[in-house]
């Protein structure tokens, strides 16, 4: 077995070319992995999404982005509301309908981060029935759980495709200064418990290990020092990429490369919002990113990271029937006046930050 991990770029190509020439078996297999921000429900998005019956319908909010989510292999996002049976809020203590959850299903994503500072907003009631109901979806969710014999099942979240071992991590500054009722636990961080769910992925043979975190200071462009110092350690520990939620506004994106060994580590500070009733500049949007990890025998790479920008359409202003994420960079509907503007100025803004900040190979796509 050849030790490819410990080659530069230049000959490991020279390898991989002899020893196919040689007939020599060699696996080679993809995974593409799709992450999305925070997922909202403010009190515009419910008057939005209410039908004369009374019920609830969010299902158009996805429908110009569903394609892409729905061809990655895995696809992540941020779920920053409570789901409920009654007595709907958006901001300050979010609680959602369960058709809010039927549409992010619906819309393809397989996995949702649940260790955030809105998790606890309708208390222990409100968190449990929030995860009963992923479960009942056949949702995957992972940084909230019922006790310690349910984190120990359940964490880190496992996920195997394509012949490759993902281990998902997640954890969130706080919980709005709610306290967790007991027995259910929420992940905060906590350099202890990290270091020991790192090695608990190492023991499950993870073959790549990815820390989502709820971080940093909100409706700032660039992440502190503590949040950067954050990402440094976590990828001296072991983790091999840290993707950033919580600023509800985009954040840099970074490919670094270590100077040994052809190891990639992937670092995005801030997704942005996927969808929220937020209106303020930068807030109104944010990004999809799709990395794509490539397996040669046992080594695994990370291949490609790249991007694409979203914005959020709003009902009675542009040409949709609810809050609707749509392609930024890749218009699908004609906007005019103000929502034109709009869309360009985040647009605008978000390729002036990416240009200036991004570090690595961090490419735009459109889809």
Same mark, same amino acid.
């Given at each position: 077995?050849?030790?490819?991990?410990?080659?530069?770029g230049?000959?490991?190509?020279?390898?991989v070319?002899?020893?196919?020439?040689q007939?020599?078996?060699?696996?080679?297999?993809?995974?593409?992995?799709l992450?999305?921000?925070?997922?909202?429900?403010?009190?515009?998005?419910?008057y939005?999404? !209410?039908?004369?019956?009374?019920?609830?319908?969010?299902?158009?909010?996805?429908?110009?982005?569903?394609?892409?989510?729905?061809?990655a292999?895995i696809?992540?996002?941020?779920?920053?509301?409570t789901?409920?049976?009654?007595h709907?809020?958006?901001?300050?203590?979010?609680c959602?309908?369960?058709?809010?959850?039927?549409?992010?299903?619906d819309?393809?994503?397989?996995?949702l981060?649940?260790?955030?500072?809105?998790?606890?907003?309708?208390?222990?009631?409100?968190a449990?029935?929030?995860?009963?109901i992923?479960?009942?979806?056949e949702?995957?969710h992972?940084g909230v759980?019922?006790?310690?014999?349910?984190?120990?099942? !359940?964490?880190?979240l496992?996920?195997?495709?394509?012949?490759?071992?993902?281990?998902?991590?997640?954890?969130?500054?706080?919980?709005?200064?709610?306290?967790?009722?007991?027995?259910?636990?929420?992940?905060?961080?906590?350099k202890?418990?990290?270091?020991?769910?790192i090695?608990?992925?190492?023991?499950?043979?993870?073959?790549?290990?990815?820390?989502?975190?709820?971080?940093?200071d909100?409706?700032?462009?660039?992440?502190?020092k503590?949040?950067?110092?954050?990402?440094?350690?976590?990828?001296?520990?072991?983790?091999?990429?840290?993707?950033g939620?919580?600023?509800h506004?985009?954040?840099?994106?970074?490919?670094?490369k270590?100077?040994l060994?052809?190891?990639?580590?992937?670092?995005?500070y801030?997704?942005?919002?996927?969808?929220?009733?937020?209106?303020?500049?930068? !807030?109104?949007?944010?990004?999809?990113?799709?990395m794509?990890?490539c397996?040669?025998?046992d080594?695994?790479?990370l291949r490609?990271?790249?991007?694409?920008?979203?914005?959020v359409?709003r009902?009675?202003?542009?040409?949709?029937a609810?809050?609707?994420?749509?392609p930024?960079?890749?218009?699908?509907?004609e906007l005019?006046?103000?929502s034109?503007?709009?869309?360009?100025e985040f647009?605008?803004d978000?390729?002036?930050l990416?240009?200036?900040?991004?570090?690595?190979?961090?490419f735009?796509?459109?889809?």
């Amino acid at each position: 077995m050849y030790n490819l991990r410990t080659i530069t770029g230049a000959i490991f190509l020279i390898v991989v070319q002899f020893v196919a020439a040689q007939n020599t078996a060699l696996h080679f297999s993809s995974l593409d992995l799709l992450f999305a921000g925070d997922i909202m429900q403010h009190q515009s998005q419910l008057y939005a999404a !209410r039908q004369k019956d009374g019920t609830y319908s969010f299902s158009s909010c996805y429908d110009y982005i569903s394609g892409d989510v729905r061809s990655a292999d895995i696809a992540i996002a941020n779920l920053e509301t409570t789901i409920g049976e009654r007595h709907f809020t958006g901001y300050p203590a979010f609680c959602a309908p369960d058709s809010f959850l039927y549409a992010i299903k619906d819309a393809g994503f397989d996995v949702l981060l649940f260790a955030n500072n809105h998790c606890l907003d309708r208390g222990k009631r409100g968190a449990l029935r929030t995860m009963h109901i992923m479960d009942s979806l056949e949702i995957a969710h992972c940084g909230v759980y019922r006790d310690s014999i349910d984190r120990s099942e !359940r964490y880190p979240l496992m996920l195997d495709r394509e012949g490759m071992r993902i281990a998902l991590l997640n954890y969130t500054y706080g919980t709005n200064g709610i306290e967790v009722p007991p027995p259910l636990i929420v992940n905060f961080i906590d350099k202890d418990v990290i270091s020991a769910d790192i090695a608990r992925a190492k023991e499950l043979h993870a073959d790549v290990i990815i820390a989502c975190m709820h971080w940093g200071d909100e409706y700032v462009a660039l992440p502190p020092k503590r949040v950067r110092s954050m990402a440094d350690w976590l990828i001296e520990q072991g983790v091999d990429h840290v993707i950033g939620g919580h600023p509800h506004v985009l954040q840099p994106i970074e490919v670094r490369k270590d100077s040994l060994t052809l190891d990639k580590h992937a670092v995005v500070y801030s997704l942005g919002n996927l969808v929220s009733g937020m209106y303020a500049r930068g !807030r109104d949007g944010g990004a999809l990113v799709r990395m794509e990890l490539c397996r040669i025998s046992d080594i695994i790479l990370l291949r490609s990271l790249k991007y694409a920008l979203t914005w959020v359409a709003r009902p009675g202003r542009d040409n949709v029937a609810n809050f609707t994420i749509l392609p930024a960079a890749d218009m699908p509907i004609e906007l005019k006046g103000v929502s034109l503007s709009k869309c360009k100025e985040f647009v605008d803004d978000s390729r002036m930050l990416f240009d200036t900040y991004n570090k690595g190979s961090v490419f735009e796509y459109s889809y």
